[in-house]
């Protein structure tokens, strides 16, 4: 039911985030694209003010169809994208974790109810926003609520070790995971959420919990994939751009994997052990992955393009 009330809290919110700003993003995307670096910024900045890299990508694609976007154009903003949506994560460890969350959830709900009901649009609009942000945090309280500590459930204990006992084809089991979850979900940020909320209840170690992300980052490829299908070459292009960005940055960091979590725990403060910070070591992990997987394949956009050219004609 926290899950639901997250996934519904999201959606609400980044509707009313589209409605109240659709066609200034469509400017924005058509006219700030000329180059990959400024793409880049352009699908950060969305996707950081409306919060779903799956809002970004399905305009994006529809854009692309219509034929207002070229592939290179494309591609630096899903680039873009991916660092984008690691504010959820940010948020939630800030948010989520330091206080109690309904002294924001149901103040923000409060002030909406009227504001649903004004005349003016961009009243209604500026209701939903805050109507979406409350119910979304609402849900993330219920599950942080609902997920009883190990201290008390020892049996739970011993099944998460289990899993994680395989050395690194538990890596790559919880990669598939995250990967899977995200998919039926269609959210990389509610796993992200359910994630960073079992990680902070010790249900699972930290390695764990990166594994899963890696896999939310393959996951959320597919709303793009299912968007797409139907569409013309271009929006196709698009979305299997973002599949082969994705699939490629997570195959070169299980590569590094072990090294990388080091690097993660010496610069973040506290401890990969400690609850109370784990949640910022996870955040870390998912912005750093992402800023460095698109700091090393940006210079390759022109080689991407021809690459998804060649597999889609």
């Not at 009313?16 to 950060?44: C, D, H, P, Y």
């Not at 149901?106 to 939903?128: H, N, Y």
């Not at 070169?252 to 910070?277: A, C, E, K, N, Y």
């Amino acid at each position: 039911g926290g899950l639901g009330l997250f996934l519904f809290g999201m959606h609400v919110m980044s509707d009313g985030i589209l409605k109240r700003a659709n066609s200034k993003l469509k400017q924005i995307v058509e006219t700030l694209t000329r180059n990959r670096f400024s793409g880049i910024l352009v699908g950060f900045s969305v996707t950081s003010i409306i919060q779903s890299s799956s809002a970004t990508t399905v305009l994006l694609v529809s854009l692309a169809n219509a034929g207002l976007l070229t592939l290179r154009q494309s591609i630096g903003i899903i680039m873009g994208a991916n660092i984008g949506t690691t504010f959820t994560a940010w948020i939630v460890s800030f948010v989520g974790f330091k206080f109690s969350i309904t002294t924001l959830a149901l103040p923000a709900i409060a002030i909406a109810i009227p504001l649903l009901f004004s005349k003016k649009d961009k009243q209604r609009e500026v209701g939903t926003i805050l109507t979406g942000f409350g119910i979304l945090f609402l849900g993330l309280h219920i599950m942080k609520e609902s997920i009883p500590d190990l201290k008390g459930n020892p049996e739970v204990l011993s099944f998460l070790k289990d899993l994680s006992s395989y050395g690194y084809f538990s890596i790559l089991m919880f990669v598939i995971v995250g990967t899977i979850l995200t998919m039926v979900l269609q959210s990389s940020s509610a796993t992200m959420a359910m994630t960073i909320t079992m990680a902070f209840k010790g249900w699972i170690p930290f390695p764990v919990a990166a594994a899963i992300v890696l896999g939310e980052n393959i996951g959320t490829t597919i709303t793009a994939y299912l968007a797409s299908l139907g569409m013309g070459a271009n929006a196709k292009r698009a979305a299997r751009a973002h599949m082969i960005f994705n699939v490629f940055g997570t195959v070169w960091m299980l590569i590094v994997f072990h090294p990388f979590i080091s690097l993660i725990d010496r610069i973040v403060p506290g401890s990969i052990s400690d609850p109370q910070t784990l949640p910022f070591h996870l955040s870390a992990f998912h912005s750093l992955f992402n800023i460095l997987n698109t700091s090393l394949l940006v210079g390759f956009i022109p080689w991407f393009t021809k690459l998804v050219e060649n597999l889609i004609e």
